[in-house]
């Protein structure tokens, strides 16, 4: 009863918010109840029906900027579900440098610490996105194995909730959209360099413009290295790459843009710090933040290379085609001190995990076809399409040992000589997923209601039994726009993934994990378009998924059952010509329903998933000084547990940053960011052991990170 009543509170809350708004908006100021501002008429060109393009007037602001990850080419305002849309402008204002620096920005992300310097994890309202099914990159299935350069990036979108219907099997939560940087039709070129903390040094540039006198013809050159950064002793990540882009009106109803991308990374593998008295986590605060327990010669290495083309016409009846073609492929060597701790008399216990050589390719074909068609009082918004993804993976030549412990309060590293792999490289993936799609968009008035239909075809054909399955899956969603800039919505979704190389008892393959969500919200825009704000409630559930069979060693059985309902609010966008902010909070109920043994861990939280988490950040232009702000936020994430069974616990954390800049006449820009500006010690992520925590991954204390660049 818990569950329902919880839900029936936040569909109250949310419901009571947007009649609420509707009554301010209708006896509001001039400026709030003033009708939408005409968009600007758009030049003959297929950049106005784009769905990945969002610079075109009006439909800058928040709300109705078009969403590449929206395949009907819906703007966040139309969509019937939250979607959280971060900006470059933002992330140069925050001076991102990581994932977890963009991801901060979207409601229901909760972040957890870099894989080994490889790539980050995040939890979407509580369930952890794959980091091969949930990952998107202009639209288009990627596979996260390396984090994605943020030089080569324009904005960043998270779609939150299953998403089956759209991008086939998904983890439920919701998935996380890069959409890369695109030519300019006019010239536009910027060099930066910046320093800081930790022995941080960066330099990037950025170059765009036509390349004939008409203007058909555009590019985009850009690329970054950045050196440093981390405040863990003798470890100097390093990271470079360079993108490059073409796009070309072939004419006023063609386009076609082709693109390609190389990046590189390397660090010490570290693991955090050991635990003192593995009952509490905070005992590690004696220790130095940066303290080392690995070797030097324990390092991560990795590349990647995107490269993608995309075609777009838009035919005489009004239909409108797109085909988009995209390959990822990575390599990695990672070499680990794992496992470490626990402490005994002193001294930390540790191991070494090596798996060099580890290749994975990443293939994705999309056609589609849009088209708007009417039927007496209703308009049709219609779409049909077929995708295709494979994913070939060559695992790394495994092997394992023990490098001995290390003094707790003075670990001397470089004692253990280096240690060659031994194991053998072995296939680990060959999947196919095959899927066809249709919707259609009815309005009728102000009344939209929004039908789809996908069946995928998935094969695994490295796991034994071959994983050969098909799903149908159907999704639909209701929304009512009382006036322009305001709707409210009900949507239902829902989601697979296979358990692929999963058994269940018998040798046989296991069938896929579910997720299925019901989400009600209200999206508002304010002052004139400039702010918008979200209002979402959902009961997200996910099933079938797959857990330890403890009488059966070595299979599963599928008994996993977790159910997440909550609130998420969203702020964003121009309060006055100078003062911008960007705000989001998150109340999470995340429930264990059902786990591997009957009754175990039932009506516990789920593990790594927080209660609550928010973040701000607003900047505010001084009209007295001209070129000078001043800015800063707050992020927020609860505390969280380890595991289901709730034993042990990772404190939550507030970390405050602070900003200032200067816009020179002639292009030049300073910039200064003081990050964790109060220094407050805490921790991102932990491993345990039955006896408590065995280590612990300790946030970036306090740095300040300077920028200057230079536009011409």
Excluded at 354 to 377: C, F, H, I, N, S
Excluded at 610 to 625: D, E, G, I, K, V
Excluded at 670 to 684: S, T, V
């Amino acid at each position: 009863m818990t569950h329902y009543h919880l839900l029936r509170t936040a569909v109250a809350q949310a419901v009571l918010l947007a009649l609420y708004g509707m009554a301010q908006a209708q006896t509001g100021t001039a400026d709030d109840a003033a009708p939408a501002a005409p968009t600007a008429p758009a030049a003959p060109s297929l950049r106005q029906v784009d769905v990945v393009d969002s610079t075109a007037g009006a439909a800058a602001t928040p709300a109705r900027r078009a969403q590449s990850s929206s395949r009907l080419g819906l703007s966040v305002l139309e969509t019937p579900r939250s979607v959280s849309v971060i900006d470059n402008a933002l992330l140069e204002q925050q001076m991102a440098t990581t994932e977890r620096d963009v991801l901060r920005n979207a409601s229901g992300v909760s972040a957890r610490t870099e894989y080994y310097g490889s790539y980050s994890q995040f939890a979407i309202r509580g369930l952890w996105a794959n980091n091969i099914n949930n990952y998107l990159r202009d639209g288009a299935k990627f596979s996260h194995l390396l984090d994605p350069p943020l030089f080569n990036i324009d904005r960043v979108e998270v779609i939150k909730g299953p998403a089956a219907l759209e991008f086939g099997q998904v983890a439920p939560g919701g998935l996380i959209n890069y959409v890369s940087k695109r030519p300019l039709a006019e010239p536009l070129r910027t060099v930066k360099i910046g320093a800081g903390s930790h022995g941080w040094r960066s330099a990037d540039f950025d170059l765009t413009g036509p390349l004939n006198t008409d203007g058909t013809l555009r590019y985009r050159l850009d690329g970054g290295a950045s050196r440093g950064g981390s405040f863990v002793d003798g470890n100097t990540p390093r990271k470079q790459g360079v993108a490059g882009s073409l796009e070309w009106q072939i004419t006023p109803d063609t386009v076609w843009r082709a693109q390609a991308e190389t990046q590189s990374s390397e660090g010490v593998s570290t693991v955090g710090l050991a635990v003192p008295d593995p009952k509490n986590p905070r005992s590690a605060d004696v220790l130095p933040v940066g303290a080392f327990y690995g070797e030097r010669w324990l390092n991560t290495k990795g590349s990647l290379r995107f490269y993608s083309t995309e075609l777009q016409h838009r035919f005489a009846n009004g239909i409108e085609g797109r085909v988009h073609l995209s390959r990822n492929e990575t390599h990695r060597n990672v070499n680990l001190p794992s496992p470490m701790g626990p402490v005994t008399n002193g001294k930390v216990a540790r191991g070494y995990w090596l798996a060099p050589g580890q290749e994975y390719t990443a293939d994705t074909a999309l056609a589609e076809l849009r088209a708007k068609v009417q039927t007496g009082a209703v308009q049709h918004q219609l779409l049909a399409g077929l995708d295709w993804r494979a994913n070939a993976g060559v695992y790394g030549a495994v092997t394992r040992g023990n490098l001995g412990t290390i003094d707790l309060y003075n670990p001397i590293a470089g004692l253990v000589p280096p240690v060659a792999s031994t194991g053998v490289t072995r296939l680990s993936t060959d999947a196919r997923n095959t899927g066809l799609f249709v919707q259609d968009r009815l309005a009728l008035g102000d009344f939209g209601l929004l039908l789809g239909l996908r069946h995928d075809r998935f094969k695994d054909a490295y796991t034994t039994p071959v994983t050969d399955l098909s799903k149908t899956q159907p999704s639909a969603a209701l929304t009512w726009q009382p006036r322009p800039g305001s709707m409210v919505y009900a949507s239902h979704a829902r989601s697979f993934q296979a358990n692929s190389g999963t058994l269940v008892w018998g040798a046989q393959s296991a069938p896929p994990s579910e997720g299925k969500q019901l989400e009600v919200g209200w999206k508002q825009e304010w002052l004139g378009q400039r702010l918008m704000t979200t209002v979402a409630a959902f009961d997200l559930e996910f099933t079938n998924a797959p857990a330890n069979d403890p009488a059966h060693p070595g299979y599963s059985v599928l008994t996993a059952r977790q159910r997440i309902q909550g609130i998420e609010l969203e702020l964003q966008g121009r309060i006055t010509p100078g003062w911008t902010v960007t705000a989001n909070a998150s109340f999470h109920d995340p429930k264990v329903l059902a786990d591997t043994v009957a009754g175990a861990n039932v009506g516990h939280r789920v593990g790594l998933a927080t209660r609550r988490a928010a973040s701000l950040w607003t900047q505010y232009r001084l009209p007295q000084l001209p070129g000078l702000w001043v800015g800063g936020g707050l992020v927020h994430q609860g505390d969280k547990f380890t595991a289901n069974d709730n034993l042990w616990r990772l404190p939550g954390y507030t970390v405050v940053d602070l900003a200032v800049g200067y816009q020179f006449a002639g292009g030049v820009r300073i910039q200064a960011n003081l990050k964790n500006a109060g220094n407050r010690r805490y921790y991102l992520d932990g491993s345990t052991t039955a006896a408590g925590f065995a280590a612990v991954v300790p946030g970036t204390p306090r740095s300040l990170q300077v920028s200057l660049d230079y536009t011409f």
